[in-house]
């Protein structure tokens, strides 16, 4: 009987073992384009969650201050949707080129996400506008 336990007990911790979160998402990166100075710079990068345990982010951090993302409210469930909102300011001119770095329960605990692009100045903004 008390082999018959323990082979459960290991059993069933192997498979809590291999249970886990996992991230799929739409796209690693997002790509801004040529877009004008002052512009709307609010863009989502979109995921699933193709684990069969709960997904948690614990945090969310970009390589600069100008992108600021936010992470989801609260764990997403197996075969869920989630969203991780990112914001640049494009009172910057120049290129786009910057980390979004994720950390959670997955399987892929750190997640690097990618936004790029360029803000163009007033001036090419309206020289583009009149050809």
Do not use: H
Not at 25 to 37: C, H, L, N, R, V
Not at 48 to 65: A, F, H, M, R
Not at 76 to 99: F, H, L, S, W
Not at 115 to 120: N, P
């Amino acid at each position: 009987m008390k082999k018959l336990i323990l082979v459960a007990l290991v059993t069933l911790i192997g498979f809590t073992a291999n249970a886990q979160a996992k991230f799929e998402f739409k796209s690693e990166t997002i790509d801004y384009g040529e877009i004008a100075k002052g512009s709307d710079g609010i863009r989502v990068f979109e995921f699933t969650n193709v684990g069969d345990q709960p997904l948690e982010i614990s945090d969310v951090k970009s390589s600069c201050g100008c992108t600021v993302p936010k992470k989801p409210d609260g764990a997403i469930a197996p075969g869920e949707t989630g969203t991780i909102q990112v914001k640049y300011d494009t009172k910057r001119v120049g290129p786009i080129r910057k980390t979004v770095t994720v950390y959670s329960n997955a399987d892929e605990p750190v997640k690097a996400l990618k936004i790029k692009g360029t803000v163009l100045s007033d001036n090419k903004s309206v020289l583009e506008k009149t050809k």
